[in-house]
Every structure is written in C-alpha cells, then in structure tokens.
C-alpha cells in the first residue's frame, strides 16, 4: 500500500496564480484532511471531509477551497495565490471513529509551496 | 488562542539519557492526546497516545504520562538514540464521534540526540 501520497513535491508561485495539490490515500479511509505548517509553528487545520461529497472548513480556511468526489481523492485549490500561503501543505487520513474511539491520522510526505 | 503549547522550540540530549518532552493544553474537552514525530521532509507520523481515563501510557522505549489535573502531558523517551533526533508533536482531540478526528498541535520540539 502506498498510503497517503502527495504531489506536487515542491512548487514555487506567483502571486495572483491558482493551482491544485493533489492528495490520494488507498486505504479506504472515510476521513481525510488538510493541515499547512508555517516554520516553528504546528499543523493548523485548513478543511477535512468524513466522507466523499461532505467537507468543512478548519481552523485556517480563508484561500481555499477543497472538494471530495471520491474516497480516494481530497484536493485543495489554492484560487488566488499571496505569500501569506508560503507553507508546508499535509495531507491526512484516517478510519472513521465512533464514539470513545480515537483513530489515529496517517499523513502524506507534505507538499512545500513558495509564494512570490 | 494556542490550544496546545510545547514550550521548549529544542531539546539536546546525550545518548542512552532520558529524553522528555512536555505539553501543555488549556481545552477541558480535549479527551485524547497523541505524539507524533517528523523527520524533514516527510509527513509526521504516530508515535504513541494517551486516552483522558488513564495517566500513562508505555509502549517500548516511549512512555506518555498525563496529568488532567495540570492539564499536561510528557513523552519520556528511555534510552533515548540517535535515530530518535526529529521534531516531536504533541496533538490533541475529542475523542467524541462529532469531531470526526480533528487534531490540534502544539508548536513542535526539534530533539537532538548526540552520539
């Protein structure tokens, strides 16, 4: 199994452009979800989703936009590149909880974007 | 409004020391408590966890304690080796079913175990 995998690996933008990270898990998990990591700081997070067709906003929303068509698939469109969206970009998944039960998170190798 | 602090950026250890990084959290509902660890450029991954009904938790080398009272916790690395020099992320969740999982983290400690 490859997990949760990730691309692009890296990419440099100009303000103003829009692009796509892709992320793909194949462990036929129901949750999934997107965390940046600003240097010296934690994972904050952006958006997640339960399942395919339901997502909701994180902790730091603003600038983007995901959607979810697949269990497989959770991209996130960054519309209006600025370089307050210089980060590292982690994709996560895990199996679905049920009350009392904690599943931990699998994450993706992260995608670093550089916004100029 | 940081949640979940680790207030030491790094640590530095001497091989076949003990390591121990703390966490601190304000949030009454936080009922689950991970660490994770992260070497550059990967993505973070599960190291050991800790459920609100219990203060400790062991799992080889690696111990987390928590004290609900402090509302902290400690990751207790015993011996620690080079291998184990990453960044440590303390996480925290409810672990009821609305929060589908959702984590918040602490800041990160980049510990360092020299040879």
């Known amino acids: 199994n490859a997990g949760v995998t990730q691309t692009p690996k890296f990419r440099i933008l100009k303000i103003g452009q829009s692009m796509t990270l892709q992320c793909t898990q194949d462990?036929?998990?129901?949750?999934m979800y997107w965390y940046r990591q600003d240097p010296g700081m934690g994972l904050k997070l952006i958006y997640y989703?339960?399942?395919?067709?339901?997502?909701d906003k994180g902790e730091v929303p603003n600038g983007y936009n995901v959607s979810r068509s697949t269990t497989e698939d959770f991209p996130l469109r960054l519309e209006l590149a600025a370089p307050s969206q210089t980060s590292v970009y982690f994709c996560?998944?895990?199996?679905?909880?049920?009350?009392?039960?904690?599943?931990?998170?699998?994450f993706g190798p992260g995608t670093r974007l550089t916004v100029l | 409004d940081q949640q979940v602090k680790q207030n030491s950026p790094s640590l530095s250890v001497q091989e076949g020391r003990i390591s121990i990084l703390n966490c601190d959290y304000t949030?009454?509902?936080?009922?689950?408590f991970l660490w994770y660890k992260k070497y550059p450029a990967e993505g973070p991954t599960f190291l050991i966890s800790?459920?609100?009904?219990?203060d400790k938790n062991e799992d080889g080398r690696f111990t987390v304690f928590l004290n609900k009272s402090a509302k902290h916790l400690s990751l207790h690395i015993v011996p620690s080796q080079p291998g184990d020099s990453a960044v440590y992320f303390c996480?925290?969740?409810?672990?009821?079913?609305?929060?589908?999982?959702?984590?918040?983290f602490g800041q990160g400690t980049i510990l360092t175990v020299h040879p």
């Open positions: 996480a925290a969740s409810h672990a009821g079913g609305t929060s589908y999982g959702k984590l918040t």
């Open positions: 800790i459920s609100s009904i219990k």
């Open positions: 996560a998944s895990s199996p679905r909880g049920v009350a009392g039960i904690y599943n931990e998170q699998f």
């Open positions: 949030n009454s509902m936080f009922d689950y």
């Open positions: 989703s339960v399942g395919a067709g339901i997502t």
């Open positions: 462990m036929n998990h129901n949750y």
